[in-house]
């Protein structure tokens, strides 16, 4: 018989972290009951097989470099679950599910000899965007400029499930899709994991969990993101400088106190929902292939209310916010501080983000 691979392909902002991090921490133990995680395509202390995106991917994004080629990343995976002797392995990625459809067809051909099942993650598209909105100006180091981001009005960054899910079907099989609706409602057993292995295995996998259901994957203020909006542009051309700041903004919203708060507001998500409402339905039509009634999917796949967040546009940084930032940045790195004070202003950066530069710039100096 062949051996049953699961690969977790995304999408982000569904808990695969926290997945990823309880497959790691837990690999001997899934050994020993019949499950592979295997450890190529994950460098040094990554939980997840982000080595074997980076590779695929071809280093677009500068955190993605790689110098092995995902062939050979590949065969290597191939081979420890090969000698693993496990009927079951889990490969698991959350950037996957957005590779192109040559690169998708690359991996059907390399993984014939596996019976494979493809996990599909959705999280409703207006919490997804706002979400991954967040993570691509605190990670990524996107240089949004303020009406882009805090005008966001859904005309762009909106995923279509529907053809993304097609894209993999296509390759791997309708019948091998397994879409896993991210919504507390919906979960299956006592936590993420549960809901992964019950969706995909039809059963509970028994591992230690850690003491959250969600691993570390924290949100930046509405203030300190739009702090690290502006340093994106100053650090445009040193973006792990910038990545430098994740810490101590963090830091610094925990002890403020300082609430989340979303971007989008309540007209654009309300927006994206009518927008995206058709193909999310014809996933539920042509995706629903699980016997098993707590698995099959809800009309529309998303069942929990809309909740209106009341968000207000974002303005201007005040002052007392600057302040207060750049004492946490000088705290954990003075020479971050310098950094920020000295290094040059591109070219190419808008007015309003280079008035803002220059205001923080003499904040330092005060």
């Not at 459809?101 to 993984?111: G, K, R, T, Y």
């Not at 529309?300 to 909740?307: C, H, W």
């Amino acid at each position: 018989m062949k051996q049953k691979l699961i690969l977790q392909v995304g999408t982000g902002k569904t808990g695969t972290t926290f997945i990823q991090q309880a497959l790691a921490s837990n690999s001997d133990a899934l050994l020993d009951q019949g499950i592979c995680y295997p450890r190529a395509g994950r460098k040094g202390a990554q939980a997840g097989h982000h080595s074997f995106y980076a590779a695929l991917a071809s280093g677009k994004e500068w955190w993605l470099t790689e110098t092995a080629r995902p062939d050979d990343i590949l065969r290597d995976m191939i081979a420890e679950i090969r000698a693993s002797g496990c009927g079951h392995a889990v490969i698991s990625e959350e950037s996957l599910v957005w590779l192109p459809a040559d690169i998708v067809h690359f991996l059907a051909v390399n993984l014939e000899e596996f019976d494979v099942r493809i996990v599909v993650d959705l999280r409703r598209q207006d919490l997804y965007v706002d979400s991954a909105l967040n993570q691509l100006v605190k990670a990524a180091g996107r240089t949004f400029t303020h009406d882009q981001l805090w005008q966001f009005d859904g005309t762009s960054y909106v995923p279509d499930y529907y053809s993304v899910i097609l894209k993999w079907a296509r390759s791997f099989g309708p019948w091998n899709i397994v879409v896993r609706p991210f919504e507390r409602s919906q979960m299956l057993g006592a936590d993420i994991l549960d809901d992964f292995f019950l969706r995909a295995l039809g059963a509970r996998v028994t591992v230690p969990r850690s003491e959250s259901d969600s691993a570390q994957n924290d949100r930046l203020s509405r203030a300190s993101l739009e702090f690290k909006r502006i340093m994106n542009f100053l650090f445009a051309e040193r973006p792990q400088t910038c990545a430098q700041l994740m810490a101590p903004l963090l830091q610094r919203d925990v002890e403020t106190g300082a609430p989340g708060g979303a971007i989008l507001s309540d007209a654009t998500r309300r927006k994206i929902l009518d927008d995206t409402k058709a193909h999310n339905d014809a996933i539920v039509a042509e995706f629903n292939h699980s016997t098993d009634d707590r698995t099959r999917l809800k009309p529309g796949i998303f069942v929990e209310p809309f909740r209106p967040s009341e968000t207000e546009p974002f303005g201007e940084l005040a002052k007392v916010e600057i302040a207060s930032m750049l004492a946490a940045v000088r705290k954990e790195n003075p020479d971050l501080v310098r950094a920020i004070r000295n290094a040059p202003v591109p070219e190419d950066t808008p007015q309003a983000e280079f008035r803002q530069i220059q205001r923080i710039r003499e904040l330092i100096d005060e």
